[in-house]
């Protein structure tokens, strides 16, 4: 490929509302152009990066014996209701109508058109296993678009989904999917976390994220540097204290805490370590006539340390809590405990409540927490003099770094991370509500067993430079970069011999199938070297006049500090070294 038949479009500046190094890069880099809100058009560069992943995915999903076809984008309305999920999905997904008025949807998954597919197509046992997967458009119309490619509306997405005759096969899909990942990932050259994770709104009950180990992640992913245990924030266990409850050893007194509502101000005031203190959430389920009107509502107050955060996906796992809940409004607190927030505690209530304590809490001695009066607290309280036992313990927060790991074999850490695949087992979610069954040897009808499988296509370039990028462009792991060689002649138009020698490497790497660009578009040095350091192309050899007549052309890494001198008639040999490198 010769630059000057490619489109080559890089910029000085990055926009005003980039945030973060890959909306950035990617925009300067020439790679994405922004089209509206959360909306790119992948430009030729970045196009082919894309196109690198899909092909690297597709290898390893065949290998893998998953079968391709693709789904259509706008998708009938009739499937998703049949799963309940077109009202339950809300504004995220995209709803639409034809001219006759029938509804249609933007698809963000398609897990409704794919079982329609099985119940259609796979009739016996004898057919199963099956996996068919797409690498296809997607829209998920997120309230807030940011990061570029990271957290975009439109994105291109693989998407798998496997049948199975019963759940020990099931898993066995699952299994054979987690592997095949593993080798997509290990092939992107990334440095990546698999970890254990909560299936979420998806649905089923065993499950895997890939991370991309970036500073600037949105997610947070616990691990243990002593051994195999990973898992995210969410489904990271909190283990319970070792050992009984200390004795009581101070008398619960009321003290005056004006304007102090944080545990942390508490603490400060009180001159004691935050951990003593405890922390009210108050926390309300509605129960709803057949209209959806609230007939009413039951408040649940739930006690964490004063140093540690509600985790939000255990708390909705607990029993009255799993069809979902909210955080109580001012009135209902002030009735229920006879003050605002930020005095809250579980002692002297107006009404009943059900009181939920962390693990933590519940092995807790002389701790401090509201007295349900403005301006004050109470200290030395104890479960069983000062209050009845909680009506539930739980593990409701979300681990600290040094926690115990769950594994037990050494203490917890935390690293960020990017998510870019996820592996889920599904069970009968989707083909129960939909009547998706085939025969099975008995000749009975029987529900498939399936599992998802995704990897975020589009999201992965950008997770890439989120782990690998400096001060003057993006850095690219050979596998996934735009172009893997790039050649610089300088003065090419004005020195044959230039021209020459530029041309023929060129024309010998391309030969050997190695992804090349011959620069010729008659650039400035210095221009021309920015722009490759901008675009992050990962090899680059410079040819001169001063260097064919020393008998050497110069080879630099785009990590290497400096160049490396190259006899002339050894730099194909050498590059492919270090391409196998």
């Not at 690198?52 to 290898?59: D, G």
């Not at 969410?234 to 009321?254: S, T, V, Y």
């Not at 927490?369 to 200290?379: I, P």
Request: aromatic share 8%.
């Amino acid at each position: 490929m010769r630059a000057s038949q490619f489109l080559i479009s890089t910029l000085k500046e990055a926009p005003a509302d980039a945030e973060v190094a890959s909306h950035k890069l990617m925009t300067r880099a020439g790679m994405i152009k922004k089209l509206g809100a959360g909306i790119y058009t992948y430009m030729p560069m970045g196009l082919r990066v894309i196109r690198k992943v899909e092909a690297i995915v597709r290898e390893e999903m065949n290998r893998a014996g998953a079968v391709e076809c693709t789904m259509p984008v706008v998708q009938p309305a009739e499937l998703w209701q049949e799963t309940g999920r077109f009202d339950k999905m809300g504004p995220e997904l995209l709803r639409i109508q034809d001219r006759h008025e029938r509804d249609f949807i933007v698809q963000p998954t398609s897990e409704e058109v794919v079982t329609d597919i099985a119940r259609q197509e796979l009739r016996s046992y004898k057919q199963l296993p099956k996996n068919l997967y797409q690498i296809q458009t997607k829209f998920r119309d997120e309230r807030r678009p940011r990061f570029g490619l990271m957290r975009g509306r439109e994105f291109i997405m693989k998407d798998a989904y496997s049948f199975d005759r019963d759940q020990a096969a099931a898993k066995r899909s699952y299994e054979v999917m987690s592997q095949a990942y593993r080798a997509i990932f290990d092939r992107f050259g990334l440095r990546y976390r698999a970890v254990a994770a909560d299936s979420g709104a998806i649905g089923g009950d065993l499950s895997e994220e890939f991370q991309v180990i970036a500073a600037t992640g949105e997610d947070a992913i616990v691990y243990c540097p002593d051994s195999e245990y990973a898992a995210n924030m969410e489904k990271a266990e909190a283990l319970a204290p070792a050992g009984p409850r200390p004795a009581a050893r101070q008398d619960m007194k009321k003290v005056p805490t004006p304007g102090k509502a944080t545990c942390e101000d508490v603490a400060q005031l009180l001159g004691v370590p935050l951990q003593t203190t405890v922390k009210s959430i108050v926390l309300a389920t509605d129960e709803v006539d057949d209209q959806g009107a609230i007939k009413g509502s039951k408040l649940w107050l739930l006690l964490l340390r004063g140093d540690h955060g509600m985790n939000e996906i255990k708390v909705g796992k607990l029993a009255g809590l799993e069809n979902g809940f909210r955080f109580a409004t001012v009135a209902e607190i002030e009735q229920h405990f006879g003050t605002k927030p930020g005095y809250l505690g579980p002692i002297a209530l107006r009404e009943k409540v059900r009181i939920v304590a962390d693990r933590e809490v519940a092995v807790m001695a002389d701790w401090i927490c509201g007295a349900n009066e403005e301006d004050y607290h109470l200290t030395g309280v104890n479960w069983g003099r000062d209050l009845p036992e909680p009506d539930a313990v739980a593990d409701i927060r979300n681990v600290v770094e040094g926690d115990p790991s769950p594994d037990g074999k050494g203490k917890l850490a935390i690293e960020r991370g990017i998510e870019v695949g996820h592996v889920f087992y599904l069970g009968t979610k989707y083909s129960k509500p939909m009547n998706a069954t085939f025969l099975d040897e008995d000749g009975k009808p029987k529900l498939f067993e399936m599992g998802c499988y995704g990897i975020g296509v589009t999201r992965l370039p950008a997770a890439a430079i989120e782990q690998n990028h400096d001060e003057r462009g993006i850095i690219w792991p050979d596998a996934i970069a735009p172009f893997t060689v790039v050649v610089c002649p300088i003065g090419m138009d004005r020195s044959a011999d230039v021209k020459a020698a530029a041309e023929k490497l060129h024309d010998e790497l391309a030969a050997a199938g190695i992804d090349v660009l011959l620069d010729d578009r008659g650039e400035r040095p210095g221009a021309m070297f920015a722009d490759w350091e901008l675009i992050g192309v990962p090899h680059r050899v410079v040819i001169s006049d001063r260097g064919l007549k020393e008998g050497q052309l110069e080879y630099q890494h785009r990590r290497d500090a400096a160049a490396t001198k190259v006899p002339a008639g050894e730099v194909f040999g050498f590059l492919k070294g270090r391409l196998a490198q």
